[in-house]
């Protein structure tokens, strides 16, 4: 059901993006149960890396590298 | 354990899940009240991050949202067994049920603005002030220039959606990183807008993803996001 669009350079992976917004959805956000978390994964900056990787990784490829 | 995957209304019936939850377990519900917990049991649960284990955990969520309010739960939930489940649910009764009209009949639409900030002018060679602040000064231009386009088709955007949660300029090139609650009759009308913004501004990369169910404003207002 969810369909990603990534609008932009075509070079743009759009499985890649929705992945990535997946995983910042289900990983941090969603109601909290006073449950346990089975992971350690839960920390926002391991979003912004993964985000931050993607993005140089558009900068690579729009330089052509 | 039971892990859970979401929490549906039960009115005005309650769900059904089909389909199979993490290892071929099946799916089943913990209902109390107006709100159902939707789960499976584990004796023992190994859940990487991995692209197969978020999305069978979304594909439960994606496919209750057709007939139902769904809150989607965060990746990872487990509980020690039905009766305390079903504990929490009661005890939060009433934020569960605020959170099912928050929600019903709508959608969640992502939206992120990436940025590349221009070519940086050669850096001043000599401390001298004019082409020192010159170069300053152009660069503050570019950020706030860039920062008045985010808000912009963030305003653009928040005005075709019941709700929005949005941060600017979380990093350098991320100049609007946004989710947007939409009714579900206004999605055509929103991804119009969200394909009008980028027509209008080549000069930025726009990444809309969606419409997912409304993991952003299922957490409580009340004690605010984790």
């Known amino acids: 059901m969810s369909t990603s669009r990534a609008l932009g350079p075509s070079s743009l992976s759009t499985s890649e993006v929705t992945l990535l917004e997946l995983i910042d959805r289900l990983v941090d956000k969603g109601v909290v149960l006073h449950g346990d978390i089975t992971l350690a994964v839960a920390d926002i900056d391991l979003i912004y890396v993964g985000l931050r990787a993607m993005i140089s990784s558009v900068s690579s490829l729009e330089r052509g590298e | ?226």
């Open chain 2, 1 to 226: 354990m039971v892990y859970v995957y979401a929490l549906v209304d039960t009115h005005p019936a309650p769900p059904s899940p089909q389909g199979e939850g993490h290892g071929g377990a099946p799916l089943c519900v913990v209902s109390r009240g107006a709100v159902a917990a939707v789960c499976s049991h584990h004796d023992h649960l190994e859940l990487p991050v991995e692209g197969d284990h978020l999305w069978r955990h979304e594909h439960v969520a994606e496919t209750l949202m057709e007939d139902h309010a769904v809150l989607p739960v965060r990746f990872g939930t487990t509980v020690a067994d039905e009766d305390a489940l079903a504990a929490m649910l009661d005890e939060r009764q009433a934020e569960f049920c605020g959170a099912f009209e928050r929600v019903r009949g709508r959608v969640e639409i992502s939206v992120r603005v990436l940025w590349t900030p221009p070519e940086a002018e050669a850096e001043p060679s000599a401390a001298t002030t004019g082409p020192g602040r010159a170069y300053i000064f152009s660069r503050l231009a570019a950020r706030n220039a860039a920062a008045a386009l985010a808000e912009s088709v963030h305003c653009r955007l928040a005005a075709r959606a019941v709700e929005a949660q949005y941060d600017v300029s979380a990093t350098p090139r991320l100049l609007l990183s946004a989710a947007y609650l939409v009714e579900r009759d206004g999605v055509s009308g929103f991804l119009e807008a969200v394909d009008e913004a980028a027509q209008r501004h080549p000069e930025v990369e726009l990444l809309c993803t969606g419409p997912w169910p409304a993991h952003t404003f299922a957490q409580s207002t009340v004690g605010g996001l984790q």
